[in-house]
């Protein structure tokens, strides 16, 4: 295996990852510590859109109602956060135990397919961020009582059993699983948090933010359709195959807009929570993409997955400015 990929080699932009791209760094940051940089990279921070997003909705939805504490929300936050953390390093782990990840298929999480860390070393990292959450989470279900408690269990053990003990992505419902854990559980996590108060409002609103995090997945698993059968796993990507697979990419991104419309129509989200609808020439940009990806085109498919990740940030982040919006215009 080659070793000179990463290893802290740096240009005047940053941080070379595998010859493919470059990882921005500010001057600050080329300064650091090589090991930090490289435990840095390895918890892939620029994912940690679709868990920040979902707790943000959350956490406005109670705002709306009157009722925000920013410690609380913080807390939220950090939490959230170093959940998905953990995910990504146990992500990271499992995929190399099981033989998913090779020098092809890692250019984004490479530390363990280059020796860059060790496997353990990996594991336990992710294991002591699941620690951190969960002792964060005591606090706040001390606050809030036991429905919490069951909630923040849920979510460690299914980011945990992501790719490693359970392994459900490799049983071909880790996109089902991905909807739950990222879209219902984190908004109504957010928002019980903030008032206490069970409501079944925000898990319907979480629905749209529900379906693009599971095209992110959903577009990892398309583009990995190859490495993952020589892998032997199974993936929903696999069973569909390419061209059905570009079917229920379509379908999520369209059960997003559609459940959006809905939302507004029955009044659980203000007229300004369309604001993501001025999205959809970018909506119909990505479904090309899927489609010329589902014919073969290996540069979409390459790339599909962080075309749906912004998708999922803008429509999130425009979803909540929405609702903020609202509450200025009611507040004047």
């Known amino acids: 295996m080659k070793k000179d990929f990463f290893c802290c080699t740096e240009t005047g932009q940053g941080l070379i990852l595998n010859n493919l791209f470059v990882i921005p760094m500010t001057n600050k940051f ?99 961020f699941f620690i951190f959450t969960f002792c964060l989470g005591l606090y706040l279900v001390k606050l809030r009582g036991p429905l919490l408690f069951f909630i923040g269990i849920l979510g460690i053990i299914g980011g945990y059993g992501y790719t ?66 020589q892998a032997e796993i199974k993936t929903l990507a696999m069973w569909l195959g390419s061209k059905k697979s570009y079917k229920f990419y379509c379908l999520l991104n369209i059960g997003a807009v559609l459940s959006l419309i809905l939302l507004v129509f029955f009044q659980l989200l203000p007229p300004f929570a369309l604001l993501p609808l001025l999205l959809l020439p970018k909506i119909r940009f990505l479904l090309i993409k899927a489609y010329q990806a589902g014919k073969g085109d290996q540069q979409q498919l390459k790339g599909l997955e962080a075309a749906s990740a912004k998708m999922h940030f803008k429509f999130g982040s425009m979803m909540i400015v929405g609702v903020l919006l609202t509450m200025l215009l009611n507040y004047l």
Request: net charge negative; proline share 5%; with cysteine.
């Open 164 to 229: 490693d003990g359970i392994a459900y992505k490799y049983k071909g419902i880790g996109v089902f699983c991905v909807f739950l854990l990222m879209g219902p559980m984190m908004v109504w996590g957010a928002y019980f948090v903030q008032t206490g108060v069970h409501s079944w409002m925000p898990v319907l609103v979480s629905l749209p933010l529900s379906f693009l995090v599971s095209a992110i997945m959903h577009a990892n698993d398309f583009r990995d359709i190859e490495h993952d059968r």
């Open 30 to 128: 080329k300064g650091g510590n090589p090991v930090l940089k490289i435990w840095f990279i390895a918890l892939r921070p620029w994912s940690f859109t679709a868990s920040v997003i979902p707790i943000c909705l959350g956490a406005v939805l109670a705002w709306q109602e009157g009722i925000f504490y920013p410690g609380l929300f913080l807390l939220t936050l950090i939490g959230g956060m170093a959940m998905h953390a953990g995910t990504n390093l146990i992500n990271t782990y499992g995929d190399f135990m099981s033989g998913v990840d090779t020098e092809e298929s890692a250019s984004t999480c490479p530390q363990l397919v280059q020796e860059i860390l060790k496997p353990k070393d990996m594991q336990r990292m992710g294991i002591i």
